[in-house]
């Protein structure tokens, strides 16, 4: 007798009315029951072998802890907000708790006990068809967010830049230390950086294009860390690299491929520094590259990964929309990745991202070789 399962009494109890316990654990699709609050209160056998975790594990933590694998303080999970709706829906995401990509059915109980209101959860496991149907569904919805983010930024570039000019004609008449100068400085100040928010904008709806040439994907990564190397040192960051040999030779631009690099670079070592304030075995970037074959087209794929705090599940497909960032108010703008995002998109690639809370983040780049 397993000991870890709550009695057949209560679990009815807790399920809705005419399925049965036994239905319930036959179900090959983890099955969780959850209050609002997003409490699990009910499992299936499947749900306790995805995670691979005891039933006593499970009941009563959080929905996200479980199946995301937690969150940060500071950030909602979209999830546990959804639930206290009390109403239905079907996604398809990835849930790393029970590792891999899933769509996810979210029913509320209408049999369920009289004083709590709860929800079923239906997690169906995703053919390698489905997976690709939904990354193409959200390449979609980012290259749509581009069209969106270049239409704003056209619209805000000339009035700006008629703002800053006219307050420099102003400027030019004021004295020096007047009071009026410095609010025109100001004006002037605050312009020049909307004007260069516009230009960031500009570049993740991909219309900064410039001219593609052979290129080294090696020879992007090695300039890059030889410009960091000095700075990762100090922090104890170590560097770590397996490149496809003797060369990845892609069609693109090279300073703009180390732009891509330099911002995911920066992105890992704020995630060590964050988990790791001193010297440490795993505060590593490890650099890997290899050539792949998606499609019948060959490429090369160039994975980064370092084992800083992760990134927690409910953000991750929000990770390359603009003004986004998972760091605390004032450390970061949210245009990094959405600009990196754009020029990866216009060399023909694909920009990914895998990450679980407090195990590791994966940089996943992807370029057609130059010579298929």
Request: net charge negative.
């Amino acid at each position: 007798m397993n000991t870890n399962r709550s009695s057949e009494k209560d679990s009815i109890e807790l399920l809705p009315r005419g399925v049965g316990t036994e239905l319930f654990q036959a179900i090959e699709d983890p099955l969780l029951v959850v209050t609002p609050e997003g409490i699990i209160v009910q499992v299936n056998d499947a749900l306790v072998k995805a995670t691979d975790k005891t039933e006593v594990e499970v009941i009563g933590k959080g929905i996200c802890e479980i199946i995301h694998g937690g969150r940060w303080p500071h950030i909602k999970c979209p999830l546990e907000e959804f639930l206290l709706t009390n109403s239905g829906r079907v996604e398809e995401t990835r849930l790393p708790g029970l590792n891999g990509e899933y769509s996810l059915t979210v029913t509320p109980v209408k049999n369920g006990p009289d004083d709590q209101k709860l929800l079923l959860l239906i997690a169906r496991k995703l053919t390698r068809d489905e997976v690709r149907k939904v990354d193409s569904i959200r390449t979609a919805q980012l290259a749509a967010i581009g069209e969106l983010a270049a239409g704003v930024a056209h619209e805000v570039n000339n009035p700006i830049n008629g703002i800053i000019n006219f307050a420099q004609l102003l400027l030019d008449d004021c004295q020096e230390e007047d009071e009026q100068a410095m609010i025109l400085k100001r004006i002037v100040k605050e312009g020049e950086r909307i004007a260069s928010i516009t230009y960031n904008l500009l570049s993740f709806a991909r219309e900064n294009e410039n001219d593609h040439t052979f290129v080294d994907l090696n020879e992007v990564v090695t300039d890059c860390i030889s410009l960091v190397e000095h700075q990762l040192k100090n922090d104890c960051i170590t560097i770590d690299y397996e490149l496809c040999q003797p060369s990845c030779l892609i069609i693109g631009n090279h300073l703009q491929l180390m732009q891509v690099i330099l911002n995911v670079i920066s992105n890992s070592r704020f995630a060590l520094n964050e988990r790791y304030r001193e010297a440490a075995p795993e505060k590593t970037i490890r650099f890997s590259s290899i050539l792949v074959e998606l499609e019948g087209v060959k490429f090369y794929r160039l994975v980064i990964r370092d084992h800083g705090t992760g990134i927690p599940q409910g953000i991750l497909e929000k990770l390359f929309d603009p003004f986004f960032t998972s760091k605390t108010a004032g450390q970061g703008t949210g245009l990094g990745l959405s600009i990196s995002y754009g020029i990866i998109k216009n060399h023909n690639g694909r920009l990914r991202v895998d990450s679980i809370l407090n195990k590791y983040t994966e940089m996943i780049i992807e370029i057609p070789a130059g010579e298929q």
